[in-house]
């Protein structure tokens, strides 16, 4: 049966799943764990070791309870409530029961109290309850009745340093408070003293008037300073005929009006502009009357002539007027000009006093806004320090001891949790070097680590064969051949290299070569040929490792001539070619040893070699050396039609096996693709031939017949 030699597509979508790369990884965890089994173990053990001395080492300890109940609630008189933030004061007050201070005081009066208990160390945990102000106090000590006296002492020496840190603060707060209030009225004096000053300096009712007033006025000085502006601007574009218009086209103004006098109004004006105006009216006028006369009359005729000496001198009047009325128009300009000028000055005198009116009744309403908020200062801080004085005798703590400490019992603490931890952190350093050794070794243990390596085309993947586990080598393949699974994976390498789609003639000789010793490589190389032979082909099976070369010894035929005899010239290739069992195929062994081998891969004899078995076989299969070994395999190789590559699963590393590519293809050679060896059935991505049932039923049917 001849199968595909990748995967369906099917199983390259499954291959993208997280259940298959978590598979993945349990298995290459699982192989290193089968390896370094002991590693994990040694530091188990290690741990255990370690926790069982500090056990051993551990003294009989007495340990005392206690629980108090702790409240920062202050009540005031007037109803309200400080409280303190829950998660700083049970943090505070942790750390004050477990003061130094509150330590020694408490030593202090066990001594006092109790001079016959013997004083030992003493070991103080303070833990709150959740969600309550309950603390639960424990004292650890090595003396069976020093921790409960300690104990109580402690707590009764806590709630003294509360009431005395209550106190301490009532009379500096007080304190403060007076010192605050002090400052405050000597402000509040200098601010009224302000304002005394300041009144007695200037007339406020007059102020806010003159401010007023002067806001008006600049408003008023603003809108004419506008429309002389605007009266500058329309005098500068305008000519002396848009001039002229305006003023006919203007509204009727009273007599003695100055703006209508300035603007050009026409009932008013009496100057060369109205001339002006006149003498181009009468000459329109004789123009159209000589336009009636010319009609009938001829150019010379008296009254034609007449009519053009009047033209004539009112045009002369014309001009005179027109030069007359410029310059009146220029005047104009020059004198709106000035009354702007003027006008800007006035302003701005008006908006410097209107400015510094602004900026007193400022000063004023500053002056008085200080002194309502000292005045209320005052009155908050007088309140506080009546607040105080009341406080200062009343009791503002919940403090109760709502358990007295308990007799000490005897406990040897923390033997399960000593050893347990100890086991762990074995466990885990045992781990942690698995996962170390897993990121440093660079072997494949899986399909998917392989395809993130390398890129190049998967012929086959060759499994475990039983013969690894029994006899340290994969036997050769026979015709009736048990090993199911084995036989079948070299059939599909057969139907890969038979089936290959490839340009121009099919390769006949292929060389099979690994990166280092060790990885299946001549395995691979005779099961191939046996497999090629069985399909029924000539093949000749050539062990081209010319230094180690051992293919001779598992057909169990000699060595006494072979390929090196044959590039040497010293046998012909019919004489030194031998049959083997397997019907069809044949095998030139290595011949005598060669300390040059690639000299003679490199000579005309390789290349007529080539050629003559070429001719006289369908298939010539050569084992090589490996890559990294020796220059011989990158020598012979780009002589040979294609290259097949072996990488053995847990075994080969990757970086050895892409720099032998890569020094296969720097030579020219056709790598056709890569068969991997030893691969474990074990795994999801392994998807050739999982049915060992429908083998055995078919061996059945065979003897039955």
């Not at 290459?28 to 002991?38: C, N, Q, S």
């Not at 013997?118 to 303070?126: D, G, I, Y």
Request: contains cysteine; hydrophobic residues 40%.
């Amino acid at each position: 049966m001849d199968a595909p030699s990748s995967p369906p597509a099917a199983h390259e979508k499954d291959a993208g799943s997280w259940w298959y790369l978590i598979h993945t990884k349990v298995y290459r965890y699982r192989a290193l764990l089968g390896k370094y089994w002991w590693l994990v173990l040694f530091a188990t053990c290690a741990g255990l070791a370690v926790g069982a001395w500090k056990t051993a080492r551990q003294q009989v300890v007495y340990v005392s309870t206690g629980r108090m109940m702790v409240s920062g609630k202050i009540n005031l008189p007037e109803g309200a409530t400080y409280t303190e933030e829950m998660n700083l004061f049970i943090s505070t007050q942790r750390e004050l029961m477990q003061d130094e201070a509150v330590r020694q005081r408490a030593e202090n009066l066990v001594r006092t109290a109790n001079p016959e208990i013997a004083v030992s160390p003493v070991e103080l945990t303070v833990a709150p309850l959740p969600q309550t102000s309950i603390f639960i106090l424990t004292a650890t000590g090595t003396e069976p009745l020093y921790p409960q006296k300690f104990l109580d002492a402690v707590m009764h020496e806590y709630s003294a340093t509360r009431r005395e840190m209550r106190t301490e603060k009532s009379e500096s707060a007080e304190s403060s408070i007076e010192d605050e209030i002090m400052r405050v009225q000597a402000d509040l004096q200098k601010e009224e003293d302000r304002l005394i000053a300041f009144q007695r300096e200037n007339n406020v009712g007059y102020l806010e008037q003159g401010g007023n007033s002067a806001g008006a006025y600049l408003g008023k000085l603003n809108t004419q300073l506008a429309e002389l502006k605007n009266e500058a601007q329309l005098l500068d574009l305008f000519q002396l005929d848009q001039k002229i218009a305006r003023d006919e086209n203007a509204p009727a103004a009273k007599p003695g009006d100055t703006e209508a006098r300035r603007n050009g109004d026409p009932r008013l004006a009496n100057g060369p502009e109205i001339e002006y105006a006149r003498a181009k009216q009468q000459i329109e006028v004789l123009r159209t009357e000589r336009a009636e006369y010319a009609k009938d009359l001829r150019p010379k005729h008296p009254i034609i002539v007449d009519l053009d000496r009047q033209i004539a001198q009112e045009q002369q009047l014309i001009d005179v007027f027109r030069k007359q009325s410029t310059e009146e128009l220029q005047r104009r300009r020059e004198a709106t000009r000035l009354e702007i000028q003027n006008l800007e000055k006035t302003i701005n005198e008006w908006e410097a006093k209107a400015l510094d009116l602004s900026q007193r009744m400022a000063d004023y309403s500053g002056i008085q806004a200080s002194i309502t908020r000292k005045r209320a200062e005052l009155e908050s801080l007088s309140r506080s320090k009546g607040n105080v004085e009341i406080n200062r005798n009343v009791d503002q703590d919940v403090i109760s001891v709502r358990q007295h400490a308990s007799p000490a019992q005897l406990q040897k603490l923390g033997v399960v949790r000593t050893i347990g931890t100890a086991v762990a952190l074995g466990l885990f350093a045992g781990l942690f070097f698995l996962v170390l050794i897993d990121q440093l070794d660079d072997r494949v243990a899986s399909y998917t680590e392989f395809q993130s390596h390398f890129r190049e085309r998967v012929l086959a993947q060759i499994p475990h064969s039983p013969a690894d586990r029994e006899n340290g080598t994969a036997g050769l393949l026979m015709p009736d051949d048990e090993r199911h699974a084995f036989a079948e994976a070299f059939r599909s390498l057969r139907s890969s290299v038979v089936f290959l789609p490839v340009a121009g003639m099919k390769p006949k000789i292929f060389l099979i070569t690994s990166a280092v010793p060790n990885e299946g490589k001549s395995t691979v190389t005779m099961n191939f040929a046996i497999t090629l032979s069985l399909g029924g082909s000539r093949v000749l099976l050539v062990d081209g490792d010319l230094r180690r070369g051992e293919l001779h010894r598992a057909f169990g035929l000699s060595n006494e001539s072979g390929l090196s005899d044959v590039l040497g010239g010293r046998e012909a290739l019919a004489d030194a070619m031998q049959l083997t069992l397997v019907p069809g195929l044949t095998l030139l062994s290595r011949g005598p040893g060669v300390a040059n081998p690639g000299e003679l891969y490199l000579g005309r004899s390789a290349d007529e070699f080539l050629k003559a078995v070429h001719a006289e076989f369908d298939y010539v299969v050569i084992d090589s050396s490996p890559v990294m070994a020796a220059d011989d395999t990158t020598t012979f190789a780009p002589k040979t039609d294609a290259t097949i590559f072996v990488f053995r699963f847990t075994s080969s590393s990757t970086r050895a096996s892409r720099k032998a590519l890569e020094l296969l293809r720097e030579r020219q050679t056709n790598i056709m693709g890569i068969v991997c060896n030893d691969v474990s059935e074990a795994m999801q991505e392994y998807y050739y031939y999982r049915y060992p049932d429908y083998y055995a039923s078919a061996g059945s049917d065979r003897a039955k017949v």
